[in-house]
T-cell receptor
Framework: SQTIHQWPATLVQPVGSPLSLECTVE??????LYWYRQAAGRGLQLLFY??????ISSEVPQNLSASRPQDRQFILSSKKLLLSDSGFYLC????????????FGPGTRLTVL | AQKVTQAQTEISVVEKEDVTLDCVYE???????LFWYKQPPSGELVFLIR??????QNEISGRYSWNFQKSTSSFNFTITASQVVDSAVYFC????????????????FGQGTILTVHP
């Protein structure tokens, strides 16, 4: 069966510091991968998606970037965090063919102080 | 543009009551998918169901049932005999069909409905 991992689970970072959140998927090949942000416990905002290694599409221009160095690895980064980057970050995957249902990881709760 | 509206911000019921969560969607696509997700206090979104636009049959899974009506662009979710463990935020979502030679279809989420089931 497929599983998706995210780490760290929680993170407290000062403004201006860098960020790296990692997501890995097991048990599937060539998945579509996604990063979402959820602010204030409501509403999910799609940040990035990837349909293959090195292929990244950004949905919202912002202070963040994403990379996919391996088939089942998706990384969310920032060079300098802003207060507004605080939130709950969710990684998700979907099968490479059909369906479109997305399966979510446990999330990372980021607080920028 | 796609849009999903969950008009009920919060619902509070007592255990064993039935509860229906409403979802209304807008899309110009003729082929699309509808979803429901559950987000318990732990935060992880749990996939509950997917429906494609050509399948209007209602579905039942245990205490959960879904009513898809294309005529009213609605995809409502009913929990029968609710339990405290059903307390969560529930999201309805809409996805366009894959296009452009890829399998990617953007998922548009509603704002969610907070369901609280009291003992």
């Amino acid at each position: 069966s497929q599983t998706i991992h995210q780490w760290p689970a929680t993170l407290v970072q000062p403004v201006g510091s860098p960020l790296s959140l990692e997501c890995t998927v097991e048990g599937t090949s060539n998945p579509n991968l996604y990063w979402y942000r959820q602010a204030a416990g409501r509403g999910l905002q799609l940040l990035f998606y990837s349909v293959g290694i090195g292929q990244i599409s950004s949905e919202v221009p912002q202070n963040l970037s994403a990379s996919r160095p391996q088939d089942r690895q998706f990384i969310l980064s920032s060079k300098k965090l802003l207060l507004s980057d605080s939130g709950f970050y969710l990684c998700a995957w979907s099968p490479g063919t059909g369906g479109n249902e997305q399966f979510f990881g446990p999330g990372t709760r980021l607080t920028v102080l | 543009a796609q849009k999903v509206t969950q008009a009920q911000t919060e619902i509070s019921v007592v255990e064993k009551e039935d509860v229906t969560l409403d979802c209304v969607y807008e899309t110009r696509d003729t082929t699309y998918y509808l979803f429901w997700y559950k987000q318990p206090p732990s935060g992880e979104l749990v996939f509950l169901i997917r429906r494609n636009s050509f399948d209007e049959q209602n579905e039942i899974s245990g205490r959960y049932s879904w009513n898809f009506q294309k005529s009213t662009s609605s995809f409502n979710f009913t929990i029968t005999a609710s339990q405290v463990v059903d307390s969560a935020v529930y999201f309805c979502a809409l996805s366009e069909a894959p296009h452009g030679g890829t399998s990617y279809g953007k998922l548009t989420f509603g704002q969610g409905t907070i369901l609280t089931v009291h003992p």
